[in-house]
């Protein structure tokens, strides 16, 4: 379709407004391949906003392109379970069949491959998006395959069906999961009791929210409440970035209605009217069966205005897709770009409970928070108090992956200990767990008798596991990468110091450290945790602090040299000169160390 016909009607049917910019952007990348220059101004045209600004958008997201990527656009998830399974191998094998380069376009313009952050399928990894759409369970004879569809020029919806199903893999339940909650239920429960009653019951219960820094959400619900507001929000993060993590994935496939009933029970307690479901946008495919489930809360009345007939009880929620950046699940950015922005996070305080979205009193709460609080809404705060431990109530959701035999999602009430963990999920011979994703701590085995609460090993979920035979310090490069990658670059501790350490990484792993050089990854990272802006840049060096202080010999059997050696090949560098000049003796070269 020509160009400005498809922007007008993706535009004009939703008002032309600017806060949707990301989303417009998605609807043209999706359809075109890339953001194309006069996409742009168009844009900028009915949006009443500046090229400029838009460009500065496109540039921030990952899926987002101003240049055309191939028809088929592939890419790798390159999580560090992705790559224990073998994603770099299958990465090689399809660029050889392909005879493509990652990264580049084929000439002709058919298939670009190339690598993307972890896509929360580690539990039936590798895995891979094509065109946005989930690929699990990579090998050798599925790679092959796709090679031909590539070359066939088959469409996508052509393919296999089986290549594109994303299992749920629940494999421990507990009071969350197995609990019946009839869609509506929750909502009548706070239309009799009132708000006022539930939110009690909900600061009663002790609820902290699922999604990492475990803020009581009773609180937040009141701060939110009590705000001075022209209109209220409400927001699901489901953004679920971390590496290691996929437990949203699974409660929107199979639990949307729940977590929509949570949402619309926290709307009719602060008394917000609107409501957005902020989609990661690896998870594309839930998306039209979540709008399918909306759809049938509007059709029963559970969204919309006057819910279950109750005057005045107004409340829909929107889906909004993200585009490839971890930073977008921090809270702030996560409003910066459900307005349409580049997703830098804000100063805060103020804080979203009274500055949110649009500026108004915004909560924002985890997938499994709503859905937590839709079933203490309908059962009570006992439900909650009746398990987990004196300052951790209820249970907790884990996504477990890595070297274990039944990967999944396993439900814990809290205090479950990580051997019993690991006994669960079939791990053996268990060097360390890295909990809570790249962000988070690496665990010894000495430490195995620890318990996962608040008050002991926090975590927002992921639980990767790594037997004796791993090389951790894989693990520690991988995620240095990654933060290299998603750092948003606003702050300079953040920018310089993950690109910095993730150079000093792969010089250890490289054999060219010396003490020196762990010497300045300690007080990089340092410097990071005091001084960054945000989560990200303080939480990037916790395991490489971990791993130098609890498995220090990953360091220091590769440090050949005592002192400093540069990073790159300084007698090498000089071969030029010395070709130009004719020397080759002992004085043109550099004196190394033996
Ligand atoms: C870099 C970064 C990424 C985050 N990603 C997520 C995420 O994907 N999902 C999430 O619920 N919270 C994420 N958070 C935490 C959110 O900022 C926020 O605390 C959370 O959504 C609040 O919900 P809760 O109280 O229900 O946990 C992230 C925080 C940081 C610093
Ligand atoms: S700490 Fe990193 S991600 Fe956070 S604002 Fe600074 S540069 Fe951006």
Excluded at 340 to 355: D, E, L, N, Q, S
Excluded at 457 to 479: E, H, I, P
Aim: hydrophobic letters at 35%; aromatic letters at 8%.
């Amino acid at each position: 379709m020509d160009i400005d016909k498809f922007i007008s009607s993706i535009t004009a049917s939703t008002g032309n407004h600017p806060d949707r910019l990301l989303q417009y952007l998605n609807e043209i990348q999706y359809q075109y391949s890339y953001i194309s220059q006069p996409a742009i101004q168009l844009l900028a045209d009915k949006l009443s906003l500046s090229e400029a600004h838009i460009r500065g958008v496109v540039g921030f997201y990952s899926f987002l392109h101003d240049k055309p990527r191939g028809s088929y656009d592939i890419l790798f998830s390159n999580n560090i379970t992705d790559q224990m399974a073998g994603n770099r191998e299958l990465l090689d094998s399809l660029c050889n069949k392909l005879n493509v380069t990652p990264g580049i376009p084929r000439r002709d313009g058919r298939v670009t491959v190339d690598t993307t952050s972890c896509t929360g399928m580690c539990d039936q990894g590798p895995a891979m998006l094509v065109n946005g759409w989930a690929v699990t369970r990579l090998d050798e004879n599925r790679i092959d395959a796709i090679a031909k569809l590539v070359e066939s020029q088959t469409a996508i919806e052509q393919w296999p069906a089986e290549y594109f199903q994303v299992k749920d893999n629940i494999q421990r339940q507990d009071i969350l999961l197995l609990s019946k909650v009839e869609n509506g239920s929750a909502l009548k429960s706070l239309i009799e009791h009132g708000a006022e009653t539930v939110l009690q019951q909900i600061e009663l219960s002790d609820l902290r929210g699922r999604g990492g820094a475990g803020f009581k959400t009773g609180m937040k619900w009141r701060f939110c409440k009590h705000a001075e507001a022209e209109q209220r929000f409400v927001v699901c993060n489901a953004d679920e970035g971390e590496p290691g993590t996929f437990k949203d994935r699974v409660l929107l496939n199979s639990y949307a209605d729940r977590v929509f009933e949570g949402m619309t029970v926290c709307a009719g307690i602060v008394g917000a009217t609107q409501g957005f479901l902020y989609l990661r946008a690896e998870y594309r495919y839930l998306r039209k069966p979540l709008e399918e489930v909306l759809q049938k809360r509007r059709d029963a009345g559970l969204l919309g205005d006057n819910i279950l007939d109750k005057n005045g009880f107004n409340f829909d929620i929107e889906i909004h897709m993200g585009a490839g950046a971890y930073i977008c699940g921090e809270e702030t950015s996560l409003i910066e770009s459900l307005e349409g922005k580049r997703g830098i996070p804000r100063k805060r305080p103020p804080f979203p409970v009274t500055h949110g979205y649009q500026n108004q009193p915004t909560v924002v709460n985890n997938v499994e928070t709503f859905m937590a609080a839709a079933q203490i809404t309908l059962h009570g705060s006992e439900c909650f108090q009746c398990c987990g431990t004196e300052f951790s109530t209820g249970t907790k959701l884990l996504s477990i992956s890595g070297d274990c035999e039944r990967p999944g999602i396993y439900e814990y009430p809290f205090g479950v200990s990580i051997q019993q963990i690991l006994e669960d999920c079939g791990a053996n011979d268990t060097q360390a767990i890295q909990l809570s994703g790249a962000a988070g701590s690496t665990i010894p085995a000495d430490d195995f008798g620890h318990a996962v609460s608040f008050e002991d090993l926090a975590t927002g979920g992921s639980f990767m596991v790594f037997n004796k035979q791993r090389d951790l310090l894989d693990m520690v490069r991988n995620f240095s990468h990654f933060f290299a990658h998603e750092s948003c670059g606003f702050c300079t501790p953040c920018r310089v110091g993950c690109s910095l350490m993730q150079d000093l990484l792969d010089k250890v792993d490289s054999g060219h450290a010396s003490e020196y050089d762990l010497e300045e990854i300690r007080k990089i990272a340092q410097l990071m945790q005091a001084t960054s802006h945000c989560g990200l840049g303080t939480s990037a060096p916790i395991s490489v602090l971990d791993t130098l202080k609890k498995f220090p010999h990953i360091y220091q059997q590769r440090l050949k040299h005592s002192s400093y050696e540069p990073a790159f090949d300084l007698d090498a560098a000089l071969q030029d000169a010395r070709d130009i000049t004719g020397r080759n003796d002992a004085g043109a070269h550099i004196g190394t160390e033996s």
